[in-house]
């Protein structure tokens, strides 16, 4: 129970940072993601001298070094896992109203409303970097609240 509390108070914390200054953590998050790429990449180099692992490890190196001097890589690939995201619940959406199956029509339209407003994310996200961190932070605050009130 105390870790539930503790997780939900660093979680609001991380999620005020995130929304109150959303291009440094913006950059910090992409820079971090960078650096770990970055390592990833050299370790499996040297762990494995295997085709694939010498091909990940050069690809993760290529990657991580993307994250880390270009901030806008980190806006893009959130982005696009929005538009993959609202794709899906679009499809899925459809299937339903088209379907014979249990789900109600007024679920499904409301699927398909959630897939527009995620795509609509995704625009967002990769026209205003910050954008994702301020995302992040209300994901953030959030989960918190729901994890200090367990």
Do not use: H, R
Not at 28 to 57: P, Q, W, Y
Not at 70 to 78: H, K, Q, R, Y
């Amino acid at each position: 129970m105390e870790t539930n509390k503790a997780s939900g108070i660093i979680s609001i914390i991380l999620g005020l940072i995130f929304i109150i200054c959303p291009v440094f953590t913006t950059a910090a998050l992409s820079i971090l993601i960078g650096i770990s790429l970055i390592f990833l990449g050299i370790a499996l180099i040297f762990a494995g001298f295997t085709a694939s692992n010498i091909a990940i490890g050069i690809l993760s190196i290529i990657i991580g070094l993307i994250f880390t001097f270009n901030i806008t890589a980190f806006s893009v690939l959130f982005a696009l896992q929005f538009y993959v995201i609202g794709a899906i619940l679009i499809l899925v959406g459809i299937v339903g109203l088209i379907s014979d199956s249990q789900a109600s029509k007024i679920a499904s339209a409301l699927i398909i409303i959630l897939g527009i407003i995620s795509i609509a994310l995704g625009g967002f996200s990769i026209g205003q970097p910050f954008f994702a961190a301020v995302l992040i932070g209300v994901a953030l605050l959030i989960k918190g609240i729901s994890l200090y009130l367990q």
